[in-house]
């Protein structure tokens, strides 16, 4: 499967942007997808994760309440909804399809840069 990820951009602190990730192939009503992302001189973390049914999706700690994964398996997308930015929200952001569970990701999407300035 291949990945996707567009969405990303500038927006000041208390503002809202929506992630895109778009999976070619087949199955992705199948796969876990993930969110994650990597802030400059940082390791990559994760952010948020939807099971196949869509029934489980955690969340870091640093981004509940804020942000929310959801995903159109007619589409074969992922979105993640990201409100009231803080600047400490800044990285480049990758989605990551799992082939089982949410745990272990087995295809990852180029990224989408999200700069969030005060």
């Known amino acids: 499967v291949q990945l996707q990820a567009f969405g990303g951009g500038l927006v000041q602190a208390g503002g809202s942007l929506r992630l895109s990730c778009a999976a070619s192939g087949r199955g992705f009503s199948s796969y876990g997808m993930g969110w994650f992302r990597q802030a400059p001189g940082k390791e990559r973390e994760f952010v948020a994760a939807v099971s196949s049914s869509g029934g489980s999706t955690p969340y870091a700690d640093s981004v509940k309440g804020r942000f929310t994964i959801s995903r159109d398996n007619a589409k074969n997308t992922v979105y993640l909804q990201m409100n009231s930015l803080k600047p400490e929200d800044t990285a480049v952001y990758y989605c990551?399809?799992?082939?089982?569970?949410?745990?272990?990701?087995?295809?990852w999407g180029q990224g989408t840069q999200v700069t969030v300035s005060s």
């Open positions: 990551a399809a799992a082939c089982y569970g949410i745990r272990e990701y087995d295809y």
